[in-house]
């Protein structure tokens, strides 16, 4: 199973004293998130605490997981958590100064096409044009999900 492998070799790294970089734990992430394992979060809160700093990746990569949460889970508890999570993660990235893009502003549109939320997806909308940014065929095709 590749989350496991990839467990397997953050844990030789380590032990081996190799310095883990950020973009290494995205790569990982990335795994855990495709095999829709809990793993991500697991270690997006070990990043948290013990470094390197979290990138806009990192967020985006977690914001996708709890956002693919939300469309497939049917544990209300779990949708529940996934739909809290996600709006404290997009807040917690702006706190720490890191500027949602295009692909964040999507996952939130998702997000809200999810759970049927036109007054979030409009104001996520009107805060991705003020910054600049241009919509695209994904964004429009979220907003009309809604």
Do not use: W
């Amino acid at each position: 199973k590749d989350t496991q492998k990839v467990r397997s070799l953050l844990d030789d790294m380590k032990k081996r004293g190799l310095p883990i970089t950020i973009a290494t734990y995205n790569r990982i992430m990335r795994v855990f998130v495709k095999a829709k394992d809990p793993g991500a979060v697991d270690l997006f809160n070990t990043i948290r605490r013990d470094g390197p700093q979290p990138n806009l990746e990192t967020y985006t990569i977690l914001l996708t997981y709890h956002c693919d949460k939300v469309g497939y889970s049917d544990d209300e508890e779990e949708t529940a958590f996934s739909c809290e999570t996600i709006l404290l993660l997009f807040d917690e990235m702006k706190r720490n100064g890191l500027e949602p893009d295009l692909n964040v502003y999507n996952i939130m549109l998702e997000y809200c096409a999810h759970v049927r939320d036109k007054r979030k997806s409009l104001k996520f909308f009107e805060e991705l044009k003020f910054r600049g940014l241009v919509a695209n065929i994904n964004t429009y095709n979220a907003l009309m999900a809604v």
